[in-house]
């Protein structure tokens, strides 16, 4: 059994104020969660203030982005390196809107993944396919192939050291949510393919679920025996919303 992690991703949301009050929630609300790690990625400029109200408590930091390049003339841009000064835990990586709108392929993908893992951080890596592969049938190519570059840049043992989101890009946002089967029959085929290559690895790591993921649905989906937690978008912007989700976390557990 693996333990579940849920992790919010604030994606570009908030005032100063409303992170405060939203990360002082989810603090608040964090004791009653017992078997669940907890995490929020939220946008870099919250960072310091993250770092400073989650200090010393189970709820985990993380950021939505980073650099392929260590340090330098990039300008823009921000390093793992810096990541790890600010308290990160977690990254995400490859999620789809990157993807599509700042053009991010899986050889990008591949790189951040290896500056995160080596700053000492985990990254979160994020597939999935759009609604048009979906209804194509190239559901599973699309996956396969986004998982495959990932093995073939950095190697099996990579994911020793990650987290995956399966995110379905045509449940993101759309209040359209895989069913438990369709997601739990992506998150079977994830950890296949990676069993293919090590049996122990692909036992361990963990697949999160994504895609309008909230409390009325949160628990029929991590009841499901490969999906090990959620990385919610919109819900996690709302501190009850969202515990409410680590609650359901904490049930499959
Ligand atoms: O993209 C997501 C998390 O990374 C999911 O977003 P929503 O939960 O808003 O659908």
């Given at each position: 059994m693996r333990q579940p992690l849920i992790a919010g991703n604030w994606k570009m949301n908030g005032t100063r104020a409303s992170a405060e009050s939203l990360i002082q929630?989810?603090?608040?609300?964090?004791?009653?969660?017992?078997?669940?790690?907890?995490?929020?990625?939220?946008?870099?400029?919250?960072?310091?203030?993250?770092?400073?109200?989650?200090?010393?408590?189970?709820?985990?930091?993380?950021?939505?982005?980073?650099?392929?390049?260590?340090?330098?003339?990039?300008?823009?841009e921000t390093s793992a390196g810096m990541l790890n000064e600010f308290g990160c835990r977690y990254?995400?990586?490859?999620?789809?809107?990157?993807?599509?709108?700042?053009?991010?392929?899986?050889?990008?993908?591949?790189?951040?993944?290896?500056?995160?893992?080596?700053?000492?951080?985990?990254?979160?890596?994020?597939?999935?396919?759009?609604?048009?592969?979906?209804?194509?049938?190239?559901?599973?190519?699309?996956?396969?192939?986004?998982?495959?570059?990932?093995?073939g840049a950095n190697g099996i043992e990579s994911f020793g050291q990650i987290e995956i989101a399966y995110e379905p890009v045509w449940a993101i946002g759309t209040g359209k949510t895989a069913t438990p089967e369709q997601a739990q029959d992506v998150h079977a085929f994830i950890r296949a393919r990676i069993a293919e290559h090590d049996a122990a690895i692909a036992e361990k790591v963990r697949v999160l679920y994504g895609g309008s993921m909230k409390p009325s649905n949160?628990?029929?989906?991590?009841?499901?025996?490969?999906?090990?937690?959620?990385?919610?978008?919109?819900?996690?912007?709302?501190?009850?919303?969202?515990?409410?989700?680590?609650?359901?976390g904490d049930a499959a557990a």
């Open positions: 929630g989810v603090l608040k609300g964090s004791s009653g969660i017992a078997k669940t790690d907890i995490a929020v990625c939220v946008p870099f400029v919250f960072l310091e203030l993250g770092q400073r109200m989650l200090s010393g408590s189970p709820v985990r930091l993380g950021a939505q982005n980073v650099c392929t390049e260590a340090s330098g003339a990039y300008t823009g990254v995400i990586c490859g999620h789809s809107e990157r993807r599509e709108y700042y053009g991010e392929t899986d050889a990008i993908v591949a790189k951040k993944l290896t500056m995160v893992a080596s700053a000492g951080m985990t990254p979160i890596l994020c597939v999935g396919e759009t609604l048009e592969q979906r209804e194509q049938g190239f559901m599973e190519t699309v996956i396969a192939s986004q998982i495959d570059a990932i093995i949160a628990a029929e989906l991590l009841a499901m025996a490969d999906i090990d937690g959620g990385l919610i978008g919109g819900a996690s912007l709302v501190a009850e919303d969202f515990l409410a989700i680590c609650q359901a």
